[in-house]
């Protein structure tokens, strides 16, 4: 059967707390025979249960268990239906074939939104048929000018095909360590990188002006103070992830970690941190500027509490509007920052600057960050600005010194042609 004429597959990897779950591990070989039309592929047993083993490994963080289950999930699909055989059986050939497929899925295999990959039917986890292993999306402004993702068009990013390796090897590496595989077939490939667009520029950090930024803060305090019950926690949340760079799932509580007002400890020199379980389950202390603690304060008195932290308290860093307890979601401060960005690019359209508004049409969460970050290393040195935020290494650091590409256009966009202007 050729790959273009393919139906859709069923999802093979349900989410992590279902298959953490020891009573549902037990029977997990009975899921294989609904991945194919008829009898079961040789070997996709072991290939099911192995692949299941390397996933719950990263039980410590969701997010990288659903970029590694995304991965391997399309592997098995592609070595059960595509190939016709198991994971044991590839060959450095077969993975160059693979990630050449990733290129180009078939059109059968492409969805438009993101759909639970599972859906309960009558008390049993049964698979989601709208569910599919690609999908090809809009931006957030394409959406709102009612532009619909043509699946055509889809193809992988540079970043994602070389995220498929990294996965791949690690995968690989792990059924080597487990006497499943002889090789890693990913580590002999020679030639990934004609897979990988180069380009001399990087991509730009997208982050926000400072004209931008000011009416979003100004935003954000007009609106906690016309609806503090609502919007307090509005201004916190955006103060919080500019000054202090955070991530967003850095604000919720999640299998990683339970941020709480206790995180803020302040130094024998009276200095305030956060401390901040991070990216990797890294922890990480974040300067707390004196804007920031103004911020905290204010936070802290409309909840009812003193005005900064005491040792080992358990409040939530952010809580809830309507009842009590944390935000779980990283999708509810998603909803409270775009709602914050959607008043301010109303605000500066009614000013008239509405060129000026534009990229908050297209701004995210993650912007936020970025913004912080371009911001503080001008005038901070650069390791500090690494240590808060979290970087590996000072090269992704050095990524914001020359970000804005406002300012290298403004630069040279006097540059004369002619050393000498003619009288």
Not at 250 to 270: H, Q, T, Y
Not at 310 to 332: A, D, H, I, M, Y
Request: contains cysteine; glycine residues 4%.
């Amino acid at each position: 059967m050729k790959a273009k004429t393919l139906p859709p597959p069923n999802p093979i990897f349900d989410n992590l707390e279902v298959i953490s779950d020891q009573r549902r591990s037990q029977t997990l070989e009975k899921n294989v025979p609904m991945f194919f039309s008829g009898d079961p592929l040789k070997g996709s047993i072991d290939d099911y249960l192995v692949s299941i083993r390397f996933l719950k490994s990263y039980d410590g963080s969701k997010a990288t268990f659903n970029a590694y289950r995304r991965e391997i999930e399309r592997l098995l699909q592609w070595t059960w239906h595509v190939l016709e055989k198991p994971v044991q059986s590839l060959n450095r050939d077969d993975i160059v074939e693979f990630v050449e497929f990733l290129q180009k899925p078939p059109i059968a295999w492409i969805g438009t939104k993101n759909v639970a990959r599972f859906v309960k039917h009558e008390s049993q986890r049964q698979p989601n048929a709208a569910w599919r292993p690609f999908v090809q999306s809009v931006s957030k402004a394409e959406r709102r000018r009612g532009v619909d993702p043509d699946i055509s068009k889809y193809r992988p990013s540079a970043a994602s095909t070389k995220a498929t390796f990294a996965v791949l090897s690690s995968f690989f590496d792990y059924l080597v360590q487990e006497s499943y595989v002889a090789v890693n077939p990913v580590a002999l490939i020679r030639q990934k990188s004609k897979f990988l667009r180069r380009d001399q520029n990087q991509a730009p950090v997208r982050r926000l002006s400072e004209l931008q930024w000011d009416y979003v803060l100004e935003t954000a305090e007009m609106m906690a103070n016309a609806e503090p019950n609502e919007h307090e926690r509005t201004l916190f949340v955006m103060t919080t992830l500019f000054t202090m760079y955070l991530r967003v799932s850095e604000l919720v509580s999640n299998e990683r970690s339970e941020p709480v007002m206790g995180d803020f400890k302040r130094d024998r020199d009276g200095s305030w941190w956060l401390h901040v379980v991070g990216k990797g389950n890294k922890l990480r202390t974040v300067t707390v500027s004196n804007a920031m603690l103004k911020s905290l304060k204010r936070y802290r008195e409309f909840r009812g509490l003193s005005s900064l932290p005491t040792p080992n308290e358990s409040e939530p860093l952010v809580s809830k509007t309507r009842g009590n307890g944390p935000l779980k979601s990283t999708r509810q401060i998603r909803h409270i920052v775009q709602s914050c960005f959607d008043q301010a690019y109303e605000r500066m359209r009614s000013d008239g600057l509405e060129d000026d508004a534009l990229d908050l049409k297209e701004s995210t969460v993650h912007w936020l960050r970025h913004t912080g970050i371009s911001e503080d290393v001008r005038s901070r040195p650069q390791q500090h600005v690494r240590d808060d935020a979290g970087h590996g290494s000072m090269v992704t650091t050095s990524r914001y010194i020359e970000s804005d590409e406002r300012e290298r256009h403004a630069s040279g966009r006097d540059k004369p042609a002619r050393f000498f202007e003619e009288n």
